[in-house]
């Protein structure tokens, strides 16, 4: 038995997404240490007892496990991020195989195979977005930084590992800016202070879209700060300020206002030209999602009379990708400024047989016979293009899908457990599961995206 405060020595067995080494004691209690890795023993002291388990912080490490490796991040425990940071590359893909495997296992389908992770190698500076909440310092001087895990205390990490240096050389060139036009930074507990937090974009070409979240209708001086910061910074190709006055930790509110440059940033993936509008989503890692997305066409198999039907489809990459290998594609998605950009990228690309409709898919409306309606077409010939959010998507829809006998569901997901939960209702209605594919499209954080290739049986 442990109690609050105890010294202890335990071997850490097992690592979990969430960067904790985990052990047991010798009556059988699991106990979580942050920082451990498996195949330790360490010291640790209990900081928090419950009946069913323990935290205990790490105080030092008696065996070193083989699977350590120096972290080159002075930030990442008190971060929380990078939850891999501290061990070799190798045993990460290790770890979040298994944690696919695992949640497969625990929604009945431990049948399912699921393939070894897939990479592309590059473990830093790989991120092209970033969101940095913005703090201030003893002497009153701003800093962009993180949320120090699991809270709203801003800690200043200027060159975070996993975004390319511009980002950082930017935010300090901004709140140069700002300090000098004596702006405040916003702080959460008062509701008080005006700048929130910086947001960048960046494109393979190395031109940045940056945008300043505000607590108030203006930034001060707001066109003598534009033209100073694109002088300074000629990548920035689009600068917007997002107003964002409501007292909650959503970064982001609803009124952008264009400062200067482009209204989107243009980027090139898979061999098509992409506009992205602040409000669409963008997946991250470029080079890692075009490997998700050659293995994602694959699996589909297209022949050419096939019928892409993209759910969830943000800005239409997915779709747009594969349309070479189809006849047609129609995509849904809830963001209308991301269907604007699904439609604008169709034309930018002269693809003529693609249309996107803006609509919630949550809703219990019946989607793929809206679809339908507004096609003329039914789905004997269709691939369904499943993308959603981290919650997964709905039974509704899943039975919907089945009922209308699509041959082919092609499910791609950044939640293993909702991937997962999922599957089994496609099981549950007919479907067969093929090997799950993972891919690496964040190096060093305890997430892993997925994609599974679903048949009507
Ligand atoms: N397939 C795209 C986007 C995937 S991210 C890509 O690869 O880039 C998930 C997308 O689902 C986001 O664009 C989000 O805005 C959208 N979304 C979230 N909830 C939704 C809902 N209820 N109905 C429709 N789309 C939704």
Same mark, same amino acid.
């Given at each position: 038995m442990i109690c609050k405060n105890d010294l202890f020595e335990i071997d850490i067995t097992d690592l979990n997404n969430l960067g904790s080494g985990v052990g047991h004691t010798a009556d059988g209690m699991v106990v979580f240490v942050p920082g451990a890795v498996t195949g330790d023993r360490v010291s640790a002291r209990a900081i928090k007892v419950t009946k069913s388990y323990a935290v205990a912080k790490l105080e030092t490490v008696v065996l070193p496990s083989p699977y350590r490796a120096k972290s080159d991040c002075s930030a990442s425990l008190s971060c929380g991020g990078c939850v891999y940071r501290h061990v070799n590359y190798e045993y990460e893909k290790e770890c979040k195989r298994n944690y696919v495997r695992s949640a497969f296992r625990k929604a009945g389908l431990q049948d399912v195979p699921v393939g070894e992770l897939r990479s592309v +190698?590059? &473990?830093?500076?790989? =991120?092209?977005k970033a969101q940095y909440p913005v703090g201030v310092d003893r002497n009153g001087n701003l800093f962009a930084g993180f949320f120090a895990a699991n809270t709203h205390r801003v800690i200043p990490i200027a060159d975070c590992r996993l975004t390319p240096p511009l980002f950082g050389e930017i935010c300090r060139a901004v709140l140069t800016l700002c300090d000098k036009a004596l702006i405040s930074a916003y702080n959460e507990q008062t509701g008080k202070g005006l700048l929130r937090h910086l947001y960048l974009r960046r494109n393979v070409k190395g031109e940045v879209m940056l945008c300043l979240v505000v607590n108030g209708r203006e930034l001060p001086h707001e066109k003598e700060f534009a033209d100073a910061i694109c002088r300074q910074f000629p990548q920035i190709v689009s600068l917007y300020v997002n107003v964002n006055r409501q007292n909650t930790n959503v970064i982001l509110g609803e009124d952008y206002r264009l *400062?200067?440059? *482009? /209204?989107y940033l243009e980027d090139v993936l898979c061999g098509l030209r992409f506009r992205i509008s602040p409000q669409s989503f963008y997946q991250v890692n470029h080079d890692a999602c075009e490997l998700l997305y050659g293995i994602a066409k694959e699996k589909a198999d &297209? =022949? +050419?009379g096939e019928r892409l039907v993209d759910l969830y489809c943000g800005i239409g990459t997915i779709g747009l990708s594969m349309i070479d290998r189809a006849k047609s594609l129609v995509g849904v998605e809830i963001v209308p400024e991301a269907v604007d950009c699904a439609k604008e990228n169709a034309a930018l690309n002269n693809i003529a047989n693609a249309t996107f409709l803006c609509a919630d898919l949550s809703e219990n409306e019946p989607m793929l016979a809206r679809v339908a309606k507004e @096609?003329?077409?039914? !789905?004997?010939?269709s691939v369904v293009i499943l993308d959603p959010p981290r919650k997964g998507t709905t039974r509704a829809l899943i039975e919907e899908i089945a009922q209308n006998n699509v041959p082919k569901v092609l499910y791609i997901s950044c939640n293993p457990d909702t991937l997962a939960r999922d599957c089994a209702i496609f099981r549950e209605n007919g479907y067969e599961i093929g090997e799950v594919t993972t891919v690496d *499209? !964040? /190096? =060093? @954080?305890?997430h892993v995206e997925t994609v599974v290739l679903m048949t009507k049986k």
């Amino acid at each position: 038995m442990i109690c609050k405060n105890d010294l202890f020595e335990i071997d850490i067995t097992d690592l979990n997404n969430l960067g904790s080494g985990v052990g047991h004691t010798a009556d059988g209690m699991v106990v979580f240490v942050p920082g451990a890795v498996t195949g330790d023993r360490v010291s640790a002291r209990a900081i928090k007892v419950t009946k069913s388990y323990a935290v205990a912080k790490l105080e030092t490490v008696v065996l070193p496990s083989p699977y350590r490796a120096k972290s080159d991040c002075s930030a990442s425990l008190s971060c929380g991020g990078c939850v891999y940071r501290h061990v070799n590359y190798e045993y990460e893909k290790e770890c979040k195989r298994n944690y696919v495997r695992s949640a497969f296992r625990k929604a009945g389908l431990q049948d399912v195979p699921v393939g070894e992770l897939r990479s592309v +190698g590059v &473990l830093s500076g790989y =991120r092209n977005k970033a969101q940095y909440p913005v703090g201030v310092d003893r002497n009153g001087n701003l800093f962009a930084g993180f949320f120090a895990a699991n809270t709203h205390r801003v800690i200043p990490i200027a060159d975070c590992r996993l975004t390319p240096p511009l980002f950082g050389e930017i935010c300090r060139a901004v709140l140069t800016l700002c300090d000098k036009a004596l702006i405040s930074a916003y702080n959460e507990q008062t509701g008080k202070g005006l700048l929130r937090h910086l947001y960048l974009r960046r494109n393979v070409k190395g031109e940045v879209m940056l945008c300043l979240v505000v607590n108030g209708r203006e930034l001060p001086h707001e066109k003598e700060f534009a033209d100073a910061i694109c002088r300074q910074f000629p990548q920035i190709v689009s600068l917007y300020v997002n107003v964002n006055r409501q007292n909650t930790n959503v970064i982001l509110g609803e009124d952008y206002r264009l *400062l200067a440059g *482009l /209204p989107y940033l243009e980027d090139v993936l898979c061999g098509l030209r992409f506009r992205i509008s602040p409000q669409s989503f963008y997946q991250v890692n470029h080079d890692a999602c075009e490997l998700l997305y050659g293995i994602a066409k694959e699996k589909a198999d &297209l =022949r +050419g009379g096939e019928r892409l039907v993209d759910l969830y489809c943000g800005i239409g990459t997915i779709g747009l990708s594969m349309i070479d290998r189809a006849k047609s594609l129609v995509g849904v998605e809830i963001v209308p400024e991301a269907v604007d950009c699904a439609k604008e990228n169709a034309a930018l690309n002269n693809i003529a047989n693609a249309t996107f409709l803006c609509a919630d898919l949550s809703e219990n409306e019946p989607m793929l016979a809206r679809v339908a309606k507004e @096609t003329g077409e039914d !789905f004997a010939h269709s691939v369904v293009i499943l993308d959603p959010p981290r919650k997964g998507t709905t039974r509704a829809l899943i039975e919907e899908i089945a009922q209308n006998n699509v041959p082919k569901v092609l499910y791609i997901s950044c939640n293993p457990d909702t991937l997962a939960r999922d599957c089994a209702i496609f099981r549950e209605n007919g479907y067969e599961i093929g090997e799950v594919t993972t891919v690496d *499209l !964040f /190096p =060093r @954080t305890g997430h892993v995206e997925t994609v599974v290739l679903m048949t009507k049986k």
